[in-house]
């Protein structure tokens, strides 16, 4: 069974920086982030295929950078510049069945998520 576990939340001071982490149990063809706030719909923030393609949301370009490591089973989320409208709770999510690995896919499994507040 495909596990996910996100760490690396908390707090940050406005244009401060802060990197998740998402430990899983299997590879997969894409590996993404998102968010959401309560209340409101979840957003598609970052994806990596398994060749390394990236693709963000127009938001958090320039500002976030997501990795892999597939030794040690970890995805990344870099955060700079961070904003208050980043606040949010993060997911890792693994294995799309779109054609494509993007934020705008549909994920298969999910983590529980870490909250980020930017104030």
């Known amino acids: 069974q495909v596990q996910l576990v996100e760490s690396g939340g908390g707090s940050v001071q406005v244009e401060g920086s802060l990197m998740l982490s998402c430990e899983y149990t299997?590879?997969?063809?894409?590996m993404g982030w998102f968010r959401q706030i309560t209340g409101k719909e979840r957003e598609g923030v970052a994806t990596?295929?398994?060749?390394?393609?990236?693709t963000y949301a127009d938001s958090v370009k320039g500002r976030f950078t997501i990795s892999r490591d597939n030794a040690k089973n970890t995805l990344y989320l870099q955060m700079n510049s961070l904003k208050p409208e980043d606040t949010a709770t993060y997911s890792c999510a693994s294995y799309t069945t779109s054609t494509y690995c993007t934020v705008n896919g549909h994920f298969v499994y999910w983590g529980q998520g870490t909250q980020v507040t930017v104030s």
């Open positions: 990596i295929a398994s060749g390394g393609v990236t």
């Open positions: 299997h590879n997969s063809n894409c």
